[in-house]
């Protein structure tokens, strides 16, 4: 079992990594109000990849190129890629913290993934928790309303890929090297956003949409690090649950760029997530404790 240590330091380095993480998620809302997000997306991949290959390069993980050949490696660029073409379209369509908010079911879908494929001891309360945040899920989703969003339901899907990606980073080896793990993430969803943007065109760059990309280069760069770094450290059903932080971040920025805010509704739905996701913590905590 790991040691309460090494459950605080996979929270922290979670925490640090979401912040990041809806840094980035606002400056590319605010660029793809200029440009196709898949189009920022692909511009946004050029520097952070070329930014993981130096420190590849300089930290010598260059000669384990060989690794990223590992079916577990493959499998966790593939959901990061999916959940990424996924949830950054959606991102452009409906506002930031109902994006985030549904996003956070993942350390949810994480607690049943982490039974069946870690062999993590998971009791009834924590299940019990799940299907609570589910609810949560449903009221944001608001199904039987005359027709869901598919936009809501393009960020839902994404959290099954995010689950899957991290509970398989659990799973990788520590000989491979977290900057190719990143290095493999970033540089697929680059070439495939790139692909892709030639189904839904091109247009010219602007000023907003050259800021906003470089602002988040910088900070998806240090979110994707300490991601990996954090889902590889402590157990995964608790480090996840940290996740919730994000929706802070979310709802702060949501608000003051877009003046945007969930409704009755949408608070109720953030509501029961949250408390689900910090319950399964309760939980952790204490089975972390036991003898």
Known sequence: MKTLSDNARGALML??????????????????????????????????????????????????????????????????????????????????????ALNQSVPLLIIPLAMLLLGEKVGWRRISAVGVGFLGVLLILRPGTGGMDPWLLASFASAFFFAIRDTVTRMIGHHVPSILIALAMSSSVMVASAIATLYVGWK??????????????????????????AMRTGELSMTGAFRYSALVWAAFLGWAIWGELPDLQGWAGIALIVLSGLYALHRARIRAKAP
Not at 16 to 26: C, I, R, S, T
Not at 28 to 48: C, N
């Open 15 to 100: 925490t640090g990594a979401m912040a990041f993480f809806v840094g980035n998620d606002a400056a590319m809302k605010l660029a793809s109000a200029e440009v196709p997000m898949l189009q920022a997306m692909a511009v946004r991949g050029i520097p952070v990849t070329l930014a993981f290959l130096f420190i590849a390069w300089r930290t010598g993980a260059l000669a384990k190129l060989g690794y990223l050949s590992d079916k577990l490696v493959l499998a966790r660029t593939g959901t990061e890629l999916a959940g990424s073409l996924l949830f950054m379209p959606a991102l452009a369509h409906i506002p930031i913290a109902t994006a985030l």
């Open 204 to 229: 010219p760059m602007t000023g907003i949409a050259w800021a906003g990309i470089a602002v988040a280069c910088v900070v998806v760069s240090a979110g994707y690090f300490l991601s990996v770094a």
